[in-house]
């Protein structure tokens, strides 16, 4: 497998082609102060290879940012992203915290969901840089699992409480878990 890369860079719905500084709030667009569940979803990333679709016409790499993600990544997926992960993007560090907010079609779709990070250390940015893997330290919730404890499996309350016990998801699904395992 080749490694993990960040294709495109988009902001705003524009594609950056330059270096950028990414900071803690890395795309979050708010004057007001951010909450902590804010900053778990600084970055929202999307594999580019699900902009593939053989029913649609337009190419996929005229459909990055559709999704409306900050990377298009390549080389990833939900199967291949854990929570926890830490990587090294340029001078920056990010930390995955979520999957991403999908309806719940297109996770009995696939789980093509996309995933958010946390910036961990700020630094500069640019396209089609690697992303070097850092650590793992939660092998156990990949993306698509931690989908499928969420959307699919909602009764088994055993896996909802081991994933609420993952000190690196982000505090809107660790909320969520909560109320589940509280009998909300």
Known sequence: MEEPFVHKIIKQGKIIESKMYLSKKGFIEKSEPLKKSDLDKAISAFPIKHYSNPYNETLF?????EKKENFSILEMDEFSVFIGDIYQVGEATIQVSQPGIVTR??????????????????????????????????????????????????????AADELFQCEALGLTWRKALRKRLRGY
Request: proline share 3%.
């Open 61 to 65: 790499s005229e459909r990055v940012g």
């Open 105 to 158: 079609e297109e996770v009995e779709n696939g789980y093509r969901t996309g995933w958010y990070f946390r910036v961990i250390n700020e630094g500069t940015i640019q396209p089609e840089s690697d992303l070097i893997l850092q650590e793992r330290p939660y092998s156990q919730f990949s993306i698509a699992a931690c989908s499928e404890i969420m959307y699919i499996n909602r009764d088994d309350l055993w």
